[in-house]
């Protein structure tokens, strides 16, 4: 028999040795839309996020509020906020740059993979996942965390000579291919 707990929003602290999982039921999280906040060092996530070649600094600290709810359609979703003072390599200088990021997605439920699959045609920028019994929070970070790092970070200006002088030399190849059309 279930029992009524009334449910109220849960803090939770890690300590940087603290691996164990973070569990929920994602439906009844959404449905009784509580709410799970607390903070998680990138080196406590798995190894395809703390070992990414961008990362300059594994210590950075991530906080995350995990919300439940229910869409307008009547649809059962995660809202994932996380945010976090990261160090990039930059990839023209290699040198750290600071990046803030601040990613919020919402991940709606679905039965099965077929009622996922039509909305997701219908909606290009949903996202989704089929109801489970059990979900690693920190599974649904990490994930959420790849899919945030910027593609190829770089400072605006590296304050590099060096960079600068490289390709002075180069003619452009778009006024020599303007050249060729006026010449026709």
């Known amino acids: 028999m279930r029992k009524n707990i009334d449910v109220k929003p849960v803090k939770l602290y890690h300590t940087p040795f603290m691996l164990d ?23 406590e996530l798995d190894e395809r996020v703390w070992s990414h070649e961008y990362l300059a600094d594994k210590q950075t600290k991530v906080s995350y509020t995990l919300t439940g709810g229910c869409d307008r359609l009547q649809r059962l979703f995660l809202d994932l906020a996380l945010k976090a003072d990261l160090q990039l390599f930059c990839q023209r200088c290699v040198k750290p740059m600071p990046y803030l990021m601040e990613e919020n997605s919402r991940i709606v439920l679905f039965a099965d993979e077929d009622s996922l699959d039509e909305a997701m045609v219908s909606d290009d920028e949903l996202e989704g996942m089929v109801k489970v019994a059990e979900l690693d929070v920190r599974t649904l970070i990490e ?26 030399d180069k003619p452009n190849p778009f006024a020599v291919l303007a050249g060729l059309k006026s010449s026709r």
């Open 21 to 43: 999982p973070i569990l929920i039921d994602p439906e009844v999280f959404a449905s009784e839309k509580q709410v799970l906040q607390g903070t998680v060092e990138l080196g």
């Open 143 to 168: 994930d959420q965390m790849l899919m945030a790092m910027p593609f190829s970070p770089r400072h605006e200006d590296c304050d590099n000579i060096a960079l600068e002088t490289v390709n002075q």
